[in-house]
């Protein structure tokens, strides 16, 4: 891990962003822009394997915009891992390094947005990092092509990661000796979304003020978008219609478990 320097280490992640995502040249970050980025302060770190560069990190300072936040942070807009390296925990060490390049300039929180039906990152997110979501955004970038984004609309969680709180802390430690974070016993929860025997997603009812929600997402959303994409069209809906609300009467996203998300009200955190 280390921040790539000079013009052709940085038009390198211009090639590695239309790798990762099917982005034509338009869409891609230029390196030119990651230098600015670098100059002035931001995040532009690269993970290479015996010299090749096979993944990244871009971030840049971001004001609070949530209670839990305090003082500038990092907004984690791209980590990406090339064709043929993913699942080798690429992914897993790029956030850590992100982590550690915060803490060592005394910045305590980062925020990133990702697919909600996307299980991999959901997986990622909440149980080896250990991060919190609090905020549904509908078609935030707008239709999103390339085979990651399946050319639909565009829906994100805002992930909040709180850099020195002691979940995070614990798993850090657990990462640095090559092991998995502890399985936490969660709550039970009202089932708001399922999957059906054929796959598709089954909404259930449940009582309003319910404390804890859960709510599943396709095991393979990237294959779903490629094969399926009219019923990879359904799930996010259906993933928005069960998850927005929620979150927006005061839920917060707080662990992925058996394909599906857990949420529970804010005020339950903040008491323990």
């Not at 000079?6 to 211009?14: I, K, Q």
């Not at 993913?86 to 980062?110: F, I, P, S």
């Not at 219609?241 to 949420?263: I, K, T, W």
Request: hydrophobic share 45%.
């Amino acid at each position: 891990m280390r921040e790539p320097h000079g013009p052709a280490e940085l038009r390198e992640l211009e090639d590695l962003q239309i790798d990762v995502w099917g982005f034509d040249e338009r869409e891609a970050v230029p390196a030119a822009h990651f230098r600015a980025v670098q100059h002035v302060g931001g995040m532009v770190l690269a993970a290479y394997l015996e010299d090749r560069l096979v993944g990244f990190a871009y971030g840049f300072p971001a004001l609070p915009h949530d209670p839990w936040e305090r003082g500038v942070g990092i907004h984690s807009h791209m980590v990406g891992v090339g064709r043929g390296r993913q699942g080798l925990g690429v992914g897993r060490v790029l956030k850590w390094a992100q982590r550690d390049w915060c803490l060592e300039r005394g910045l305590t929180w980062m925020s990133w947005t990702f697919d909600p039906i996307q299980a991999r990152n959901a997986k990622l997110n909440f149980h080896y990092l250990g991060a919190l979501s609090h905020e549904y955004l509908v078609d935030f970038y707008g239709i999103m092509p390339g085979s990651l984004g399946g050319n639909q609309a565009s829906d994100r969680l805002l992930v909040f990661w709180d850099l020195r709180s002691r979940g995070v802390a614990e798993r850090a430690e657990r990462f640095r000796a090559g092991l998995d974070p502890e399985p936490a016993p969660l709550p039970a929860g009202g089932w708001v979304l399922t999957r059906g025997a054929d796959g598709e997603p089954e909404a259930h009812e449940v009582a309003r003020d319910m404390p804890v929600l859960r709510v599943a997402v396709p095991g393979d959303a990237t294959a779903l978008m490629r094969d399926d994409p009219r019923s990879a069209a359904r799930w996010r809906l259906a993933v928005r219609e069960a998850m927005a609300p929620a979150v927006a009467r005061g839920l917060v996203v707080r662990a992925f478990q058996d394909g599906a998300y857990l949420l529970e009200r804010r005020e339950r955190l903040e008491s323990r």
